[in-house]
C-alpha cells in the first residue's frame, strides 16, 4: 500500500502594507485526492479575492454606505506637472544705499488661499529688486498653485517654491540689496540661504515681531494690509516638527495677483 503523504504547512508572506497572504506549494501529485485539494484551494482563493475586492470597493465608496475618498486639499502641482515659466531676473538695480524708510508707490499683491486672501503692500521704492522680481514672477503665473511649504508657529510662514520642499526656485537668483524696515508681524522678505545673492522666487511673512532676523539680509519687500487672520491660521497648521517645519497639509496659493494704482 502506498504510504499517505504528509500535507506541507502553509507558508506566508509579509507585505509591507502588512497584509499576510497565504503562499502555495509548488509541488503537484496525480489523483483524485489531490484534484479535489486543488479545487478547494481555487475555490478559496477565488472567494477570497472577491471579499478584499468588496472591502476595497466599500472603502472607496462605490458601493453606497461606505465612506467618500478623502477630499484633503491638493498640495500643487509638482515641478514635473507645473508648466514651465520663462521669466527672466529684474532688470531694477540695487539702491546705493537704503532709503530712511520702507516705501512704495501703493502697489499692492493679493495671495489668495482657501483659508481666506492676504493682501500686502510691496516696498518697490526702498526694495526695487526684490519687488520687481515677485511682480514679474506673480504676473507670469509662477506662484498659482504654488504652498505655503514651511510655517513656524511665532516666527512666520514661507512659501514660493514650486516644488514644495524648499529647495527650488525660478531657475536664477536675484542680488542682495540694501533695504529698510524691521522684522515685525505683517512683513514680508526674501527667503535665503547663508549664500550671497541666493534669493529666488521664495518669501516669508513674519506673525510675530522676529528682530533676531536684523543684519541677516532677508530683504523686506512688503508688509500685509489685510488677512494676517489668514496667515496665523496658516501658521497654525501641524508640521513635520523642529528640524525642518515642512508643512504635513500645506495651504495653497490658488490665485495671486499685482494691483497697480
Known amino acids: 500500500m502506498a504510504k499517505r503523504r504528509k500535507s506541507a504547512p502553509q507558508r506566508s508572506h509579509v507585505y509591507q502594507s502588512g497584509e499576510v497572504r497565504p503562499g502555495f506549494s509548488r509541488r503537484q501529485e496525480p489523483g483524485s485526492e489531490k484534484a479535489g485539494t486543488r479545487w478547494t484551494w481555487i475555490v478559496v482563493g477565488v472567494l477570497g479575492v472577491l471579499a ?18 478623502s477630499q484633503s486639499p491638493s498640495p500643487g502641482p509638482t515641478a514635473a506637472t507645473r508648466p514651465s515659466f520663462n521669466v527672466a531676473p529684474p532688470s531694477a538695480t540695487p539702491l546705493a ?22 493682501v500686502f503692500e510691496l516696498y518697490n521704492q526702498s526694495a526695487p529688486v526684490a519687488a520687481e522680481n515677485f511682480t514679474n514672477l506673480t504676473e ?5 498653485g504654488v504652498v505655503f511649504h514651511r ?13 514644495g520642499t524648499g529647495g527650488g526656485g525660478p531657475g536664477y537668483t536675484i542680488p542682495d540689496e540694501p533695504f529698510s524696515g524691521e522684522y515685525t508681524r505683517g512683513v514680508v522678505a526674501m527667503a535665503r540661504t547663508s549664500q550671497p545673492n541666493s534669493q529666488g522666487s521664495q518669501f516669508f511673512i513674519v506673525v510675530d515681531d522676529s528682530d533676531f532676523l536684523a543684519g541677516q539680509g532677508y530683504t523686506i519687500f512688503g508688509r500685509v494690509l489685510s488677512g494676517m487672520e489668514v ?14 517645519d515642512i508643512a504635513i497639509d500645506p495651504v495653497v496659493m490658488t490665485n495671486v495677483t499685482i494691483q497697480r494704482p
Do not use: H, K, R, W
Open 52 to 69: 478584499v475586492l468588496a472591502v476595497l470597493a466599500y472603502a472607496l465608496g462605490f458601493i453606497p454606505g461606505g465612506p467618500a475618498p
Open 97 to 118: 544705499s537704503p532709503l530712511a524708510a520702507a516705501a512704495g508707490d501703493g502697489t499692492q499683491a493679493t495671495i489668495e488661499t482657501e483659508l481666506g486672501t492676504i
Open 140 to 144: 507670469a503665473g509662477f506662484y498659482d
Open 151 to 163: 510655517t513656524i508657529p511665532g516666527f512666520m510662514i514661507q512659501g514660493g517654491d514650486p516644488e
Open 231 to 244: 496667515a496665523d491660521e496658516i501658521v497654525s497648521g501641524p508640521t513635520t516638527g523642529a528640524q525642518n
